[in-house]
């Protein structure tokens, strides 16, 4: 199993430009999730998704969309990228909804938005 | 707003040393305390978890324990060798969110 894969690892971007990235997991999970992590402020929840079908807003979802292609698939739209959004991104997924279960991440995906 | 405080932020222990990690919760909703492990370029990687029901569980080198009428739980990790250096971050979970807390990063010096 590849556990939780992103695209790409690294990318920089103009302010204004638009971007889409991609996570897939192949451990049958339910819920996914997306995280920034920016120094010092540890992970902080952007949107997940607790089912198939399903997206809810988290901690800082201004500037993001995502949309919960299939079981396996969540990806994340940065529509008109500001250099507040550089950081880095991870995506996790875990078995169950809501928080009570363990999550695995993936290795990140470092955006620079300049 | 719910938080998760962590400390240390960095820590720096001789190599065979012990090391111990605190954290403190506000949510007294959360029952699930997760600690996680990010290496260098690497996403966070679960190492030990505890649930609000008990006090302290021990795997190998690594213990967690959870004071929940405190609010507080602490990561110790025994015998520190190099491979143990890395960022490690708490977070604690009720039914609907996980809140992480900021990180340590930790060196162990051989």
């Known amino acids: 199993n590849a556990g939780v894969t992103q695209t790409p690892k690294f990318q920089v971007l103009k302010t204004g430009q638009s971007m889409t990235l991609q996570c897939a997991q192949d451990?049958?999970?339910?819920?996914m999730y997306w995280y920034r992590q920016d120094p010092g402020m540890g992970l902080r929840l952007i949107y997940y998704?607790?089912?198939?079908?399903?997206?809810d807003k988290g901690e800082v979802p201004n500037g993001y969309n995502v949309s919960r292609l299939n079981k396996r698939e969540f990806s994340l739209r940065l529509e008109s990228a500001a250099p507040s959004q550089t950081s880095v991104y991870f995506c996790?997924?875990?078995?169950?909804?809501?928080?009570?279960?363990?999550?695995?991440f993936g290795p990140g995906t470092r955006l620079t938005v300049t | 707003g719910e938080n998760v405080e962590q400390h240390p932020s960095t820590l720096s222990v001789q190599e065979g040393d012990s090391a111990v990690i605190k954290c403190t919760y506000s949510?007294?909703?959360?029952?699930?305390f997760p600690w996680y492990k990010q290496e260098l370029g690497k996403g966070p990687q679960l190492i030990i978890d505890?649930?609000?029901?008990?006090g302290e569980k021990k795997d190998q080198r690594i213990a967690v324990t959870l004071n929940k009428t405190a609010k507080h739980f602490s990561l110790h990790i025994t015998e520190t060798q190099p491979e143990d250096s890395a960022v490690y971050f708490c977070?604690?979970?009720?039914?609907?969110?996980?809140?992480f807390g900021p990180g340590t990063s930790l060196s162990v010096i051989p």
């Open positions: 996790a997924s875990s078995v169950t909804s809501g928080s009570l279960s363990e999550q695995y």
């Open positions: 998704s607790a089912s198939e079908g399903t997206t």
């Open positions: 977070a604690a979970s009720t039914e609907d969110k996980v809140i």
């Open positions: 505890i649930r609000s029901n008990v």
């Open positions: 949510d007294s909703a959360s029952n699930y």
């Open positions: 451990m049958n999970h339910n819920s």
